[in-house]
């Protein structure tokens, strides 16, 4: 796939990490110095430097026609502005971004963005394209790595696995935040039974990730 990354640091080195293979062509586009010389230097990737949300960056960076472009920078508006060059310009097949103002997400949605993601709700947006999210949020981080959100795909031998979510002791280091049966996504709430094929996506910090995938894959007897 044919992936852009516009804007910033941690969140951008993550993506990049988890995307950077031969099967994947990468473009990272950032409008600071420093994090950009930082993005390099650690993935070993060149970055264009300019504002993702100008035409004349994006077109410096040729991401036309490319399958994804992510867009991570502090800003909003920056975040929107670069999202809709990116799919009405220059013909990107999915658009995805983050916002730190959860009201912006059904906003941005109506606007044209395909994929909208709020780091204050957690709110997913579109988990309905194999090419996209499903594939990107297998572990994302957000707020400079103090939050991540993990899908586990549920098994039949699981132990939580044909259980109602208010029969399940889940850890309280973590949170589930939606559960991804295909083709739809359903909002959990304790009546909420846990079904085999199930794409349980959970939020917690770094480091309660770990336990919580051990409770959640744990055999059943």
């Known amino acids: 796939m044919k992936i852009a990354v516009a804007g910033g640091t941690s969140?951008?080195?993550?993506?990049?990490?988890?995307?950077?293979?031969?099967?994947?062509?990468?473009?990272?586009?950032?409008?600071d110095k420093d994090s950009a010389e930082q993005i390099t230097k650690n993935n070993k990737v060149p970055v264009f430097l300019g504002d993702p949300s100008k035409k004349h960056t994006l077109e410096n960076a040729h991401i036309e026609g490319y399958?994804?472009?992510?867009?991570?920078?502090?800003?909003?508006?920056?975040?929107?502005?670069a999202c809709l060059l990116a799919k009405k310009v220059f013909g990107v097949k999915k658009c995805i971004c983050i916002v730190s103002n959860p009201n912006n997400v059904e906003v941005f949605k109506?606007?044209?963005?395909?994929?909208?993601?709020?780091?204050?709700?957690?709110?997913i947006s579109s988990l309905n394209s194999e090419t996209s999210l499903e594939t990107l949020i297998k572990t994302m981080s957000f707020e400079?790595?103090?939050?991540?959100?993990?899908?586990?795909?549920?098994?039949?031998?699981?132990?939580?696995?044909?259980?109602?979510?208010?029969?399940?002791?889940?850890?309280?280091?973590?949170?589930?935040?939606?559960?991804?049966?295909?083709?739809?996504?359903?909002?959990?709430?304790?009546?909420?039974?846990?079904?085999?094929?199930?794409?349980?996506?959970?939020?917690?910090?770094?480091s309660d990730q770990q336990s919580i995938v051990n409770f959640i894959t744990k055999q059943g007897k």
């Not at 969140?11 to 409008?31: G, H, P, Q």
């Not at 109506?110 to 709110?123: A, F, K, M, Y």
Request: charged share 20%; aromatic share 8%; glycine share 2%.
């Open 110 to 123: 109506s606007l044209g963005i395909d994929s909208v993601i709020s780091s204050t709700q957690l709110l």
């Open 11 to 31: 969140t951008a080195e993550y993506i990049i990490r988890n995307f950077k293979s031969s099967k994947n062509e990468l473009t990272v586009i950032n409008d």
């Open 67 to 81: 399958d994804i472009f992510i867009s991570v920078n502090e800003k909003d508006s920056v975040n929107f502005v």
């Open 144 to 206: 400079d790595d103090k939050i991540v959100l993990t899908e586990v795909q549920i098994k039949p031998n699981y132990e939580i696995c044909n259980k109602h979510i208010f029969e399940i002791s889940f850890p309280k280091t973590g949170s589930i935040a939606c559960i991804y049966r295909n083709p739809r996504v359903v909002i959990p709430n304790g009546q909420t039974m846990i079904l085999p094929k199930d794409k349980l996506l959970f939020v917690s910090s770094p």
